[in-house]
């Protein structure tokens, strides 16, 4: 049977609340130095020529039943032709998101920045945890939970008895890491609150390939269905003012 352990509030004042205090202070340090190391760079004109013609392309999708069939027509044509389309990108001339970063040297600095931003902090913030604060039981979750959490919640601590609902101070560290985003969006702003988690998943890939993007637009402009809603507008404002009335 698990025990009932009473926390210390010693526990509370010299490891829950520094570790916590410190987790916000680093995350917000990390920003302002990431803010400072990052380079300035200007669009590129190309990329942003392609993301407006899928912009465009989209909004032609969404509103495509409320031009003639004439006009859709002529506008998929314009974007989708396979000689000179907007959206057709030739198989010989699709560029590879990965060759593209590694032919660009400040691309290629700027990641590196930017994984360095998130990796020294967090490795030196790891073994100032582990060193002083390991084998703490720093809180107590107020709702019961199964023992699937024990290795998520109790990481440090190697005891069977204790219930599972107790969390280590190590995993209070790790709840924090990945856990902030709520309060960096009210320090912050919602465009700066990017947790740990979305940072991990954007150093997994290489960058935005347009090329896709222009490939999957053109393929769903392709298979619309058109359907001019205007001559049934009458009818649908009968059915409108039916229900009103009755």
Do not use: C
């Amino acid at each position: 049977m698990a025990e009932d352990l009473v926390l210390d509030t010693a526990i509370r004042d010299w490891v829950l609340i520094p570790l916590s205090v410190v987790m916000v202070l680093i995350g917000v340090l990390r920003y302002f130095v990431s803010k400072l190391m990052r380079s300035s760079q200007s669009p590129d004109a190309k990329i942003v020529k392609e993301g407006q013609i899928i912009i465009r392309a989209r909004n032609l999708r969404a509103g495509a039943n409320f031009i003639p069939p004439k006009s859709f027509r002529a506008r998929r044509v314009y974007f989708s032709n396979e000689e000179n389309g907007l959206l057709y990108v030739p198989k010989g001339q699709a560029q590879n998101a990965q060759a593209q970063m590694f032919s660009d040297p400040n691309m290629a600095m700027d990641m590196m920045k930017k994984n360095l931003s998130m990796i020294i902090p967090q490795t030196l913030t790891f073994a100032w945890v582990n060193f002083f604060f390991s084998g703490f039981v720093a809180a107590k979750i107020p709702f019961p939970l199964t023992q699937r959490f024990r290795s998520m919640l109790q990481n440090g601590i190697d005891l069977s008895t204790v219930d599972v609902s107790y969390v280590s101070s190590r995993s209070w560290y790790f709840l924090n890491l990945f856990g902030l985003r709520g309060l960096f969006s009210l320090i912050l702003g919602e465009e700066n609150a990017m947790d740990d988690t979305q940072r991990m998943m954007q150093m997994s890939g290489f960058g935005f390939d347009p090329t896709k993007g222009l490939s999957a637009e053109k393929d769903g402009l392709d298979i619309v269905q058109h359907e001019w809603a205007l001559p049934k507008f009458e009818q649908r404002a009968e059915a409108v003012l039916r229900k009103l009335v009755s």
